[in-house]
DNA sequence: CTTTGTGCAAACGATTTGCAGGATG
DNA sequence: CATCCTGCAAATCGTTTGCACAAAG
């Protein structure tokens, strides 16, 4: 998986972004999550065998990750930030009883009616955020 | 305003709530508002003149309030925990240049084919956020 | 009178900062 | 070699908690 780690590289060159291997290992470690981490979750998880990096510097890649646009913030609950590596537009659905975060096509609300939604607002992105319970949680 | 204010004291009622003027004052504050203030913004409001609650009553009169179905939180930025005592459905926009929260009415989503967005998930509820420039900020 | 809410101050958890040394381009 | 990043520890911010007293139903 040398190719992988190279276009990593690329592309976090291709932001300007030095190229640190803390910064490196916080941006990995992101993209081949499935979940939808904290920046705590991140930092334990790369410190888990080896030190890699230090808190504040997994706080500050992920202030510069998600600045350069590599990287989304995901706000669900109150009081806790979660990180997402994967930029193609999605949305979000969190399970009110387990916890758990899946992401949602795009597609599904591709029809919304955006344009028109009030004159004069320039609109950049919007996110759909949806609660319920998961099927898992649904099927005792 | 005798009127307002009776209405306001059988809705919490209606709740089971008991009816403490600091609770009232709370509640009250974020019904005549019209913007989306956080705990600190509702707390100096309130003690503007007259000390009416401390801190801690109001971060538990606001949790009180959202475990009792008449206020909602609402996660726009990270680390900032707003409130919004309009719970007819609504979405909100948010101004990336001046910051501004407008109220974005529920029925511009109506349209919404929420049903089929995946099947095993039971949908309780799901809230569109906007991004982009309002139109004071996008007119020069 | 029993239960629940309040105020205060201390505790807490997540995130940020200042600063000295180290690595990157 | 100038700039930017990192680590550490301390600082900060928003929120929560423990406890004794007060108020609501």
Redo the contacts with the bound molecule.
């Keep these: 998986m040398q190719k992988q780690a190279d276009r990593i590289?690329q592309t976090?060159?291709a932001k300007g972004?030095?190229?640190?291997?803390?910064?490196?290992?916080?941006y990995t470690n992101l993209l081949m999550r499935h979940d939808h981490p904290?920046?705590?979750q991140i930092l334990s998880d790369l410190n888990q065998d080896a030190?890699?990096?230090?808190?504040?510097?997994?706080?500050?890649?992920?202030?510069?990750l998600r600045d350069a646009g590599l990287v989304r913030e995901v706000l669900l609950e109150?009081?806790?930030?979660?990180y997402d590596a994967k930029v193609e537009p999605h949305h979000h659905f969190r399970c009110k009883c387990c916890g758990e975060i899946e992401d949602i096509a795009w597609e599904a609300f591709d029809q919304l009616g955006l344009r028109q939604v009030r004159s004069g607002l320039k609109i950049d992105s919007y996110e759909v955020i949806v609660t319920g319970m998961c099927d898992r949680c649904n099927t005792p």
Excluded: D, I
């Design positions: 590289v976090l060159k972004l030095r190229v640190t291997p803390q910064r490196f290992a916080v904290t920046a705590e030190p890699t990096s230090s808190q504040a510097t997994v706080y500050l890649s992920l202030q510069t109150q009081g806790v930030c979660r």
